[in-house]
């Protein structure tokens, strides 16, 4: 990028990008947590898509194993393949090699990588917790995955995405899994939810340490990606 510093990512979304000062912030950790089919992957793929047409490179950790190169093609056809080489894709396999991952990010960074996504951070820890009941432990490694990624984005001036699923709790409502330690961390969190309406979605910028600004929009989920209506 010739030596240009740039604070933020944008997403594409009017609202978010304006109300986070240009879109989600660098050197820093933004929690993205929602139901199933909400939309959060399509958010993020939007950034990577506008990212890598910047000329920035991605590290997407895909424990979901939602990105290919067909769903970004469908996203933006001019997509070329130099540009695509801009995005390094890993897949854990179990909450153990996710840890080792993020714990050995510094290898995969180069220069011109502006953004790193974990999604989801919390799938394979369910899937753990599912099997070992091992709560305390496994939020421990999860507090140290996320101090280790807010590490890296301040390091190396990356804006990092964290994705959650996302539990609904009768008196609280929806909220992220392992919901203390993730907003922890997160000076950002947003919150997308279904709204009853085929591909309308609800975006609620909940807690943001950047402006201070806080805001909600509805969008509509295309093949394109996420579109403000």
């Known amino acids: 990028m010739g030596g240009v510093f740039i604070l933020s990512l944008p997403t594409g ?39 890598a047409l910047k000329g920035f490179k991605t590290i997407y950790i895909d424990s979901d194993e939602r990105l290919s190169s067909m769903r970004l093609l469908q996203m933006d056809e001019s997509l070329t393949d130099e540009v695509l080489q801009r995005i390094v894709i890993l897949r854990p396999t179990s909450f153990s090699e996710q840890t080792h991952i993020v714990e050995s990010l510094d290898r995969y960074i180069s220069r011109g990588v502006a953004l790193l996504i974990l999604d989801s951070i919390t799938k394979l820890y369910r899937i753990e917790l599912s099997q070992t009941k091992d709560s305390f432990g496994l939020n421990r490694e999860l507090n140290r995955q996320m101090a280790y990624l807010s590490k890296m984005a301040k390091v190396f001036n990356i804006a990092c995405l964290s994705i959650s699923q996302a539990r609904s709790l009768e008196k609280r409502g929806l909220e992220p899994v392992a919901s203390r ?30 402006t201070g600004k ?13 579109e403000e209506v």
């Open 13 to 51: 979304c009017r609202t978010l990008d304006t109300t986070l000062g240009g879109g989600f912030p660098r050197s820093s950790i933004t929690l993205i947590y929602g139901e199933a089919g909400s939309g959060k992957s399509t958010l993020a793929l939007q950034t990577v898509v506008k990212a």
């Open 181 to 210: 330690v993730l907003k922890f961390w997160s000076p950002v969190v947003i919150r997308m939810e279904l709204t009853g309406k085929p591909n309308l979605r609800r975006i609620t910028i909940e807690k943001n340490e950047i």
């Open 214 to 226: 806080m805001a909600t929009t509805t969008v509509l989920i295309t093949s394109k990606g996420v």
